[in-house]
């Protein structure tokens, strides 16, 4: 999107993650999409490397994702990485209003959604310690169905969920809201969710969670 060069262009970004992490792959999205190559130091949580010295030092909350920024730090927390990415593009709208909204959405993204899906997807898909008809899953489900709900309200007649381009808080939004099945949902009922999942799919620029050379 756009011509003009993305301030971090030619800087070199490293992202911490682990393979199959949602809230990793909102940056590895958010870096192909704005067309930034990103470093990937992948770590596996099931073998303790979150709880070493060394990822202390990366993060002292011991969760990915965390980016090594061009100033030579580490940042912790996706929507703020997702937030650092984005200024000074369009996937950050500099107008007042439009940028509040993008951050009602990120905060929506944390408090009322991201747990409820991925929850599930960890517990029945990658750990599998439940099973999808456990009533913890249930519980999630009819969380997240909420959420779900009123993301596809919202998506309604609109493109992307703020303005009429693609900001953060698509990116933000995106990776729980396709993985969805892997945690038994069902959001086959929403005609707008699936439409956006599929215009996110289709933008220059997208990275899928899995990679194949
Ligand atoms: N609020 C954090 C949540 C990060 C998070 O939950 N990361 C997971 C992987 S997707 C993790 O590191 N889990 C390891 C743990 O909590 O022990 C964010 O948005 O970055």
């Known amino acids: 999107m756009g011509r003009t060069p993305h301030p971090l262009a030619g800087k070199p970004l490293e992202l911490a993650d682990t393979l199959r992490s949602g809230n990793a792959w909102k940056i ?11 470093a990937r130091r992948t770590f596996d949580i099931v073998q303790g490397d979150l709880e070493t010295e060394a990822f202390a030092r990366i ?15 580490w940042l912790a927390e996706s929507q703020a990485i997702l ?12 107008d007042r ?28 898909h990658l750990r599998r310690t439940a099973r999808a008809d456990d ?15 009123w993301m596809d309200a919202h998506l309604a007649g609109r493109t992307y969920l703020v303005g ?12 729980y809201t396709s993985m969805a099945a892997e945690g038994g949902y069902d959001l086959s009922g929403f ?5 956006w999942l599929a215009r996110m799919r289709a933008l220059p620029g997208f990275t899928p969670l899995i990679e194949t050379a």
């Not at 990415?85 to 709208?93: A, D, H, K």
């Not at 009533?135 to 709900?149: L, N, S, V």
């Not at 005609?191 to 439409?195: L, N, Q, T, V």
């Open 164 to 175: 009429t381009a693609p900001t953060i808080a698509d990116i933000a939004l995106f990776p």
């Open 59 to 73: 993060n002292p909350w011991r969760q990915v994702p965390a980016l090594l920024t061009p100033e030579g730090e």
């Open 97 to 124: 209003l439009a940028q509040a909204r993008v951050s009602s959405w990120l905060s929506f993204e944390q408090t009322q959604h991201m747990h409820a899906f991925a929850q599930p997807r960890l517990l029945i």
């Open 135 to 149: 009533p913890a899953m249930r519980a999630w489900r009819e969380t997240g169905m909420k959420a779900a709900a």
């Open 28 to 38: 590895r999205l958010a870096c192909g999409y704005m067309g930034l190559p990103i």
């Open 83 to 94: 937030w650092y990415l984005g200024q000074g593009t369009p996937w950050l709208p500099a």
């Open 191 to 195: 005609a707008h969710i699936d439409a």
